[in-house]
């Protein structure tokens, strides 16, 4: 999409900080949350939990379980749908094990009961009779021509022969003559790297209220972030057409990612159709952990060339990626990012995914790219000391910007990194003394960010207020952002706008909350439903006036005469024209359905300043600024907060979190108290540098801000490490013995 | 499920002693009801002690401190007399889980609930705190380190039960200080841990110290061997080095999630020695 021709470089509402429209009734418990649903006669529904990493279920014996007092139904794999298509197969065989149990923790079967504590006996009273099979968690393990085979034949075409039989993807890109690039070098540097699964953490438990009728009309309440995606799941998985399923999203307590796709809502509704009441289930921290999906873990080799001035010659990145026990694409997100941040002359990426057992990965806020680039701005990090280089200058030196042909292929637009790079080299931050046990790191970030379907409608009433209907659970601010955006195009009070999050009947299909979407293709639809609105009012002005409409503007909230030939009437406002409508042709309302393209590309930079204890290899943040390019920040705390959540992600990530299996490949820390993300005390304030270099693909030039946050502070933090604790760190999580135990050994 | 509310220390020992099932003892509740509620336990009989006579008060005994069995971390901290007395041991109890926690949790639910990472203990150790146990056969006063025998383990008897804890008079130039090893800096369980307790002469030179370390051993340990060696000293470098030195043999860590034996055993000689510094400070030594 063009740079829109009435692009607004003034505005009104937009950047102000106004209040949020969810926050009173989230901090009075007003909020209604997956779990706060009921309904009556209500069962509760609960999940039998393979405690085998890898194990084929020879048999499932429910008759005792179904002869209990008060269970009401017990359900296995065979009483789903077989969806035909191999996507929806695998939803389907990770919310109930198939033929074998794939990870610890992978669902079984389940039950519904008229209470907890019958529904807790049921599930111990279910009889499976496994045949325990080797299994492999690590991704070089996994990779290896004789590891445990997860699943039979899931490689596609891309997988070369030969590939261990786990590899289910291969890819491989990029341009120029990387054998030249290395020659022209005057230092290479070539170091592997592993990061850790981490979980995205989010504060709610999956939950769900589901009730399907006896006339196969059914209703399903849940927390997710996207009730398109769990309809269009649950009618594959469950065997209903569409419309029989209404979906509504609950209020969310946090997703980034984790909740685009499902875990419980099929079971839950298979329960309640089989039953005939209304089931609820409701995880628990333990089945989050141990089932909902963590994030990839990864090792890579990556190999960069530099000459002594600091530009890059040529690089290289082999990137292997587990996603669990079924087949993922994340590899090739990591692939295309890694060197997203630089103007190559040669570059070539490749990368495996393997299955392992382990749950099956769900997306985490730019998935794939923090872990391909932590690699890759670890190593131009080390190069910078060794040849002596300011890590910043080199940044600049080798940094893409218009015209730079992407590694991955198309040719960049407008992009902020280089303004994004002269923004964290003028500020204070990067020119502060550091201490002893002291270092600084930094690190480019980026992420694609997208458009994708979307449909919005937006009502005027009578009062001359205004409702904004949208199709996305607002997850990040999308409420008072879209509300701001309305308010903005209809020039009116921001107050006098409601944003509300529909369900899946009353509006048409909206792709789900993820790749940084809703405020910029939400938006876009809104500006341009508001504009529908705005023409529609100036017609009624026009017919009230009797000129025609195209002698009519909408200007200060108000249809206007747009010149002295279309007459002398006096403007009139919104609130006039609406209180009018009856008998000017009825409702007025705006609408906009689109597949929006255009989602400018986001670039971020980190600087940390991180000190290391000598004597237990503790770390902590002193000092952490955020760059990042929000091509426009309609709502500056939302994007500051964007910034700093994914700072504080990405902290958790660099430093503790971490999956941890045994030799028996069962999860050894599925609790918040071992599986450590950091808490207030950890953490700096986080200091955050708004850029806003405007996305021609949008009126008001939004980009998407939601992950690109979270690509660079691995990377930064590593390198912070690596030069406060005087030893380069190659290995995520940095846990204090891993930091100890690499000084020792320096 | 039974929960009882006992009248007296004795019918709380004749029910716990008669109870063929499982039994918890319910004073703050912040182990039993997570316990509960993870599904860790189903106990036949929780019985519930916290409102029986003196379980819930700070006396003063002999120049020191008996604390009822009842009573939660946040009453110590703002007990300020205790609080002069015995820092060390108040900043172990502060420690344990979230402020919230400490509002409910008590040091004697702590000790008992067995763990080798308590956060109370070493410090109730270093300090020579002693519990009086009550039971079948009256009372008995116990050393607090010979509580726990291992993780989750402790050498009470069926029927018995502590009901109060006794912190001895301070002498003049005392102090002690407890510190742990998490990788957060709150809201965690001590990856290892160390609390010293010392006594000083007018000249500032050691004339008694105890040492003791958690999360290191199957229990928490009271390392004689390195109170030894920084009696007689102003804790110069050689007398800590034999002091670490003599943490680091006491350990006998597990690698887990949480730690590598390494990294447990060498940080527990860091932090008693940070422990050991904090509290010749607070004693008043100066070097």
């Given at each position: 999409m063009a740079f829109d021709e009435n692009v607004k470089t003034e505005f009104k509402v937009i950047g102000q900080r106004v209040s949020r429209p969810d926050g009173i009734d989230k901090v009075t418990g007003k909020a209604l949350y997956g779990a706060d649903l009921s309904a009556p006669g209500m069962l509760i529904g609960r999940v039998l939990r393979s405690p085998h990493a890898h194990a084929r279920i020879k048999k499932i014996d429910t008759s005792a379980s179904e002869a209990m007092k008060g269970v009401k139904a017990v359900v296995v794999n065979s009483d789903l749908a077989e969806p035909e298509d191999d996507f929806f197969r695998d939803v389907k065989d990770n919310c109930l094990a198939r033929d074998k149990a794939l990870y610890d923790g992978h669902a079984v079967a389940a039950v519904a009961a008229t209470s907890r504590s019958i529904a807790r006996a049921a599930i111990r009273a279910i009889k499976v009779e496994y045949e325990e099979l080797p299994s492999v968690t690590d991704v070089d393990e996994a990779m290896?021509?004789?590891?445990?085979?997860?699943?039979?034949?899931?490689?596609?075409?891309t997988v070369p022969a030969g590939s261990g039989p786990n590899v289910t993807t291969y890819l491989e890109f990029g341009h120029g003559d990387l054998e030249a690039g290395f020659a022209k070098a005057d230092k290479i540097i070539e170091r592997s790297f592993k990061t850790a699964a981490t979980h995205q953490g989010y504060i709610e438990p999956h939950a769900c209220l589901a009730s399907m009728g006896a006339d196969g009309r059914g209703d399903l309440w849940c927390c997710t972030q996207g009730q398109y995606n769990v309809r269009t799941i649950c009618a594959e998985v469950c065997g209903i057409e569409a419309t029989q399923l209404r979906v509504t999203a609950s209020e969310i307590g946090g997703g980034f990612g984790g909740k685009t796709t499902c875990f419980i809502e099929p079971v839950a509704l298979a329960l309640s159709r089989k039953s005939g009441k209304p089931v609820k289930i409701v995880m628990s921290r333990e089945e989050v952990f141990r089932a909902t999906g963590p994030t990839v873990s990864s090792s890579s080799d990556v190999k960069v060339g530099m000459t002594k001035d600091g530009r890059i010659t040529a690089a290289s990145a082999k990137l292997r990626y587990q996603g669990g026990a079924f087949p993922c694409g994340t590899v090739e997100f990591g692939a295309q990012s890694a060197f997203a941040a630089y103007d190559l002359e040669a570059v070539r990426s490749y990368g495996w995914n393997t299955l392992t057992n382990r749950p099956k990965e769900a997306a985490y806020r730019a998935p794939g790219a923090p872990m391909a680039i932590y690699a890759v701005e670890s190593v131009v990090d080390e190069l910078c000391q060794e040849l002596g280089l300011d890590p910043l200058d080199v940044r600049l030196k080798n940094a893409a910007k218009k015209g730079t042909l992407a590694s991955y292929g198309p040719t960049f637009n407008d992009i902020g990194l280089v303004a994004t790079l002269e923004a964290a080299k003028a500020h204070p931050h990067y020119a502060a003394p550091l201490g002893e046990n002291q270092g600084r790191g930094l690190s480019c970030g980026f992420w694609f960010n997208f458009g994708g379907n979307t449909c919005v409608s937006l009502n005027v009433n009578h009062d001359g207020t205004v409702g904004v209907v949208e199709g996305n659970p607002d997850i990040g601010g999308s409420r008072a952002s879209i509300s701001m955006m309305a308010a903005e195009e209809l020039d009116i009070p921001y107050e006098k706008v409601r944003t509300v999050i529909t369900d899946t009947n009353s509006l048409g299909f909206n792709d789900v909350t993820d790749g940084s979407r809703v405020t910029f293709a939400v938006g876009l639809a809104t500006i341009e439903a508001a504009r529908a609105a705005k023409r529609e009012m100036c017609k009624r002005a026009a017919q009230i006036w009797g000129i025609?409409?195209?002698?009519v503007v909408w200007e200060d909230g108000a249809a206007k005469p747009s010149g002295p030939n279309a007459g002398d009437h006096p403007p009139m406002t919104l609130a006039e024209i609406a209180a009018d409508m009856d008998s000017t042709g009825g409702p007025i309302a705006g609408h906009h359905e689109v597949n929006a393209d255009g989602a400018g590309v986001s670039f971020g930079v980190h600087l940390v300043d991180t000190e290391v204890d000598p004597e237990t290899g503790a770390t902590k943040i002193l000092r952490y600024t955020v760059f990042q390019d929000a091509g426009k920040a309609i709502h500056p705390d939302y994007v500051e907060g964007q910034m700093q959540g994914g700072a504080v992600q990405g902290i958790g990530w660099a430093l503790n979190e971490e999956y941890i299996y045994g030799e028996d490949g069962r999860l050894q820390n599925p609790m918040f108290l071992d599986y450590r993300v950091p808490v207030a005390s950890d953490l700096p304030a986080i200091d955050t540098v708004i850029l806003e270099i405007p996305n021609p693909g949008h009126p008001y030039g939004v980009r998407g801000v939601g992950e690109t946050s979270i690509v660079p502070p691995l990377a930064a933090i590593s390198n912070a490490v690596s030069r406060a604790a005087d030893v380069r760190m190659s290995e995520l999580p940095m846990s204090p013995p891993r930091v100890l135990k690499a000084m020792s050994e320096r | 499920m039974k929960y009882v509310k006992p009248e007296s220390l004795h019918a709380a020992s004749v029910l716990l002693s008669e109870e063929p099932g499982t039994t918890r003892i319910l004073a703050g509740g912040t182990d039993v009801l997570v316990q509960l509620r993870s599904e860790v336990v189903e106990p036949d009989l929780i019985v519930d002690l916290k409102h029986l006579e003196g379980f819930g008060d700070i006396t003063s005994e002999d120049g020191g401190f008996r604390i009822g069995a009842g009573v939660p971390s946040a009453e110590m901290y703002e007990h300020k007399a205790l609080h002069a007395a015995w820092p060390g041991v108040i900043e172990g109890a502060e420690l344990i889980g979230s402020t919230q926690i400490q509002g409910r949790c008590t040091m004697v639910g702590n000790l008992c609930n067995g763990s080798p990472a308590g956060d109370s203990v070493p410090g109730m150790v270093a300090a020579g705190a002693v519990v009086r146990v009550h039971g079948p056969d009256g009372e008995r006063d116990v050393p607090v380190e010979e509580i726990p025998t291992g993780p989750g383990k402790t050498s009470l008897a069926k029927g018995e039960f502590i009901t109060s804890i006794f912190l001895p008079a301070r002498p003049e130039r005392s102090g002690d200080a407890y510190l742990r090893f998490i990788p957060r800096t709150e809201m965690d369980i001590a990856v290892s841990s160390a609390a010293a307790n010392l006594e000083l002469d007018t000249d500032g030179t050691v004339t008694s110290a105890r040492v003791a370390v958690g999360a290191v051993a199957p229990t928490v340990r009271l390392v004689e061997e390195a109170g030894t060696a920084l009696v007689g000293s102003k804790l110069d470098d050689t007398a800590i080095a034999n002091m670490m030195a003599a943490v680091e043999a006491a350990c006998s860590p597990i690698d887990d999630k949480r730690g590598t034996v390494e990294f447990r055993t060498k940080t527990a000689g860091v932090l008693a020695k940070r422990a050991a510094h904090i509290a010749y400070e607070r004693a008043g030594g100066s070097k």
């Open positions: 290896k021509p004789d590891a445990p085979v997860v699943q039979e034949g899931r490689a596609d075409e025609d409409a195209e002698a | -």
